[in-house]
């Protein structure tokens, strides 16, 4: 009796999220569904609130920020947020928005939204890593992003073959290391591209990364200078 009285208390406290509370949510669940989807296990509530910050002081609008994170899996990341219901309630598993039989046709044609998501993510890992990352720096990122190297993706392939495509767009630069433990090992540094440094704005990699952790571009202080620098620099 006590615990439900405590509960229903701290229930009525519970003041309406802001903008930028929900958008940091938002962010936090976004990342939390993309990295622990690689153990293909369907999500419960009460796991979502507990790894998902601030979530839990606001559960009464749990199914709007849901909502929302939802939006930005399918739009970002081509991922929907599928909603199972099971005797002991409500669970939600990611899926691939292709249908497996169409993937290929998919494909083909150029399913960009997905692939752009990740170019996307790609790029500004490396303006944040100062631009220029190595194999280590990008293929950790990629498999926390679910995405296994020397295993087919459903959606993005083998990903060498996609990172190679990217370096023949010339959206990257892939160009050899210097290896100081191995001279027999290869390796490489990663950097945007012709095509990137013209199409891409920087200010856009800041803005993508604001928005995948729920901040203002002017919170990342050093690369906000270096943004305001190369902007100055007509670059």
Request: glycine content about 6%; aromatic content about 10%; overall charge neutral.
């Given at each position: 009796?006590?615990?439900?009285?405590?509960?229903?208390?701290?229930?009525?406290?519970?003041?309406?999220?802001?903008?930028?509370?929900?958008?940091?949510?938002?962010?936090?669940?976004?990342?939390?569904?993309?990295?622990?989807?690689?153990?293909?296990?369907?999500?419960?509530?009460?796991?979502?609130?507990?790894?998902?910050?601030?979530?839990?002081?606001?559960?009464?609008?749990?199914?709007?920020?849901?909502?929302?994170?939802?939006?930005?899996?399918?739009?970002?990341?081509?991922?929907?947020?599928?909603?199972?219901?099971?005797?002991?309630?409500?669970?939600?598993?990611?899926?691939?928005?292709?249908?497996?039989?169409?993937?290929?046709?998919?494909?083909?044609?150029?399913?960009?939204?997905?692939?752009?998501?990740?170019?996307?993510?790609?790029?500004?890992?490396?303006?944040?890593?100062?631009?220029?990352?190595?194999?280590?720096?990008?293929?950790?990122?990629?498999?926390?992003?679910?995405?296994?190297?020397?295993?087919?993706?459903?959606?993005?392939?083998?990903?060498?073959?996609?990172?190679?495509?990217?370096?023949?767009?010339?959206?990257?630069?892939?160009?050899?290391?210097?290896?100081?433990?191995?001279?027999?090992?290869?390796?490489?540094?990663?950097?945007?591209?012709?095509?990137?440094?013209?199409?891409?704005?920087?200010?856009?990699?800041?803005?993508?990364?604001?928005?995948?952790?729920?901040?203002?571009?002017e919170d990342w202080h050093e690369e906000f200078k270096s943004l305001l620098g190369s902007q100055a620099e007509g670059r």
């Open positions: 009796g006590a615990t439900q009285s405590s509960q229903a208390t701290q229930s009525q406290k519970q003041t309406p999220l802001t903008g930028l509370e929900q958008k940091k949510i938002v962010a936090a669940m976004v990342r939390y569904f993309l990295f622990a989807d690689r153990k293909k296990i369907p999500f419960k509530r009460p796991a979502i609130l507990d790894h998902v910050p601030g979530l839990k002081e606001h559960s009464r609008q749990f199914n709007e920020v849901v909502e929302a994170c939802r939006k930005q899996l399918k739009e970002v990341f081509g991922f929907d947020l599928a909603e199972v219901q099971v005797p002991s309630g409500r669970q939600w598993v990611l899926l691939n928005i292709l249908e497996s039989e169409q993937l290929d046709n998919a494909l083909e044609q150029g399913a960009e939204a997905p692939f752009q998501g990740l170019l996307m993510a790609v790029l500004t890992l490396i303006f944040m890593k100062e631009d220029s990352i190595g194999d280590e720096d990008l293929f950790i990122f990629l498999e926390r992003m679910g995405i296994d190297r020397g295993r087919k993706h459903k959606v993005f392939g083998e990903i060498d073959k996609t990172l190679q495509q990217w370096v023949q767009q010339k959206y990257l630069a892939k160009t050899a290391a210097e290896v100081q433990d191995d001279s027999s090992k290869r390796a490489y540094k990663w950097e945007w591209g012709l095509r990137a440094k013209e199409e891409v704005e920087r200010k856009s990699c800041l803005t993508f990364a604001a928005e995948m952790y729920g901040q203002s571009p």
